[in-house]
């Protein structure tokens, strides 16, 4: 199963509802990248605008992930103050499509190669209209993966079962990142706030249901199984390639607790 998890989960520690410090959250990611958990670890995620601060709260060897908050050009700027830091590696850049067509944002995006660009959609609404996929389309087709958000601080932030399983079920098998609200690996009610919180795994099986040919009808009774055992007995069962297809589409999702992932891996008998 280590193709499954190999670096799946971002370290999202500086973003709601973590809001740890940068200079806090560098020192743990640092430790999390040593740990025996680490091969499950993906690079630090940082907004645009604090990136310049970044070498001076760390010596070692860090990959970075930037956030983009003001568009392309604040991209360009962030990665430019790293060039006497080469001990800061950018491997992932992520920016919404926001008010520029996904043509528009593709033609201005300068990407080093080997870094990974993720393009947020926007929520689809009630159905997946043709303007949305023409944008998928057109993320995939520059060869970057498309996010989706499945999560926040407040509940209307959440897609349920049915819209997260349309939007998967549109973009499979492009590449897909998701963000916010994957803390646990199965479906959950949040302790504290109710909030009803997809499962990382739910999502895995899910896709490869739609993978193997499901429907979408069926990609959103995977995401409604709050039965551990059923959704880990269904992952041991795939064979690596089964596991390396399912990471070609989904690349993986943003935390801001790492370790919630990797204590629920290991209580499910998916991570040793």
Request: hydrophobic share 45%.
């Amino acid at each position: 199963m280590s193709t499954l998890l190999d670096r799946l989960v971002d370290d999202a520690a500086i973003f709601p509802p973590g809001n740890a410090p940068l200079d806090v959250a560098i020192r743990e990611h640092l430790g999390h990248r040593s740990s025996a958990y680490a091969s499950l670890i993906g690079p630090l995620l940082v907004r645009d605008v604090d990136v310049a601060r970044v070498p001076g709260l760390t010596h070692e060897p860090l990959q970075i992930g930037v956030i983009a908050t003001s568009g392309p050009r604040g991209l360009e700027q962030s990665a430019a103050t790293l060039h006497d830091f080469p001990h800061v590696q950018v491997v992932a850049v992520e920016i919404p499509l926001g008010e520029l067509s996904a043509g528009e944002l593709v033609s201005a995006l300068t990407v080093p190669e080997g870094v990974a660009v993720s393009v947020e959609l926007p929520r689809p609404g009630v159905y997946v209209s043709d303007d949305w996929l023409a944008a998928a389309d057109e993320i995939a087709v520059a060869g970057f993966q498309a996010k989706f958000r499945t999560g926040g601080v407040e509940p209307s932030a959440y897609p349920d079962e049915r819209e997260l399983a349309m939007v998967l079920a549109a973009l499979v098998p492009r590449q897909l990142k998701l963000t916010a609200g994957l803390h646990r690996a199965v479906r959950n009610t949040q302790a504290g706030t109710g909030f009803e919180q997809h499962g990382f795994v739910n999502v895995m099986v899910a896709v490869h249901r739609l993978l193997a040919g499901g429907t979408a009808d069926e990609a959103a009774e995977v995401l409604a199984i709050r039965d551990g055992a059923v959704l880990a007995a269904d992952v041991g069962s795939w064979s690596d390639d089964d596991a390396l297809a399912v990471r070609r589409t989904f690349r993986g999702f943003g935390c801001c607790g790492v370790t919630e992932p990797y204590e629920d891996l290991l209580e499910l008998g998916l991570i040793a």
